[in-house]
Nanobody, 126 residues
Framework: QVQLIESGGGLVQTGGSLRLSCAAS????????MGWFRQGPGKEREFVAA??????????YYADSVKGRFTISRDNAKNTVYLQMNSLKVEDTAVYYC?????????????????WGQGIQVTVSS
């Protein structure tokens, strides 16, 4: 079984930065894609960013709401994916979830992903 463990969340002021980490543990696996999603208060879970492909040909995909502010990256040697969040806004406040997909598909859809982390709170104050 694969476990995804997020870390790095917390409270930050508007305009600040945070870096989330997601470490995969358990049986060895090679995910097709890794993604970040978030769920704000009273909202549905929404796509934030995804990364897939080989080391020599990596694809990055972002939601419009975070494009230019967030950066997804990965360290395959550490089985870890990161989400660098800059210029944070109050509307970025949410529980952030890491996810891993073992099959090809549309990276922005929750249904693609087979494994999910427990979620980590990010709160941006004004």
């Amino acid at each position: 079984q694969v476990q995804l463990i997020e870390s790095g969340g917390g409270l930050v002021q508007t305009g600040g930065s945070l870096r989330l980490s997601c470490a995969a543990s358990g049986r060895t696996f090679s995910p097709y894609a890794m993604g970040w999603f978030r769920q704000g208060p009273g909202k549905e879970r929404e796509f934030v960013a995804a990364i897939w492909g080989s080391a020599s040909s990596t694809t990055y995909y972002y939601a419009d709401s975070v494009k230019g502010r967030f950066t997804i990256s990965r360290d395959n040697a550490k089985n870890t994916v990161y989400l660098q969040m800059n210029s944070l806004k109050v509307e970025d406040t949410a529980v952030y979830y890491c996810a891993a997909a073992t099959k090809h598909g549309i990276a922005s859809t929750t249904t693609l992903y087979d494994y999910w982390g427990q979620g980590i709170q990010v709160t941006v104050s004004s």
